[in-house]
């Protein structure tokens, strides 16, 4: 039976996914840690939850952050034995600190 009330945030597709937001950011505050850019607010919980419960609707700001680049991943050109065989001894000092 359905009541007319919303529940408490939407799920599956109708919901939008705050982590992918480009309005999306975690706030300094302890006690009110994650905020939206675009509307302006802090709040204890996820923005779009947020929305939900005040506006009963879904967020409708939900903007995709652009897809970051791959990260290359780091190949030395050479072998690491020949790096290491590379690098030259330094000079041991007999002093600790030198004044």
């Keep these: ?16 996914d705050c982590w992918k937001c480009a309005y999306f950011m975690v706030s300094w505050d302890p006690a009110k840690p994650y905020a ?11 923005p779009a939850i947020e929305v939900f419960r ?4 879904p967020c409708r700001g939900f ?3 652009p897809a970051s680049p791959p990260v290359a991943q780091d190949t030395p050109s050479m072998p690491l034995a020949a790096v290491v ?3 030259k001894p ?5 002093h600790v600190w030198e004044v």
């Design 85 to 87: 065989s590379k690098v």
């Design 63 to 65: 903007t995709a952050k």
């Design 54 to 57: 005040t506006d009963g609707n």
């Design 36 to 46: 939206c850019r675009l509307m302006g607010f802090k709040s204890r919980v996820l």
């Design 90 to 94: 330094r000079p041991h000092s007999t």
């Design 1 to 16: 039976m359905n009541t007319g009330t919303p529940h408490p945030h939407p799920s599956g597709p109708q919901r939008p």
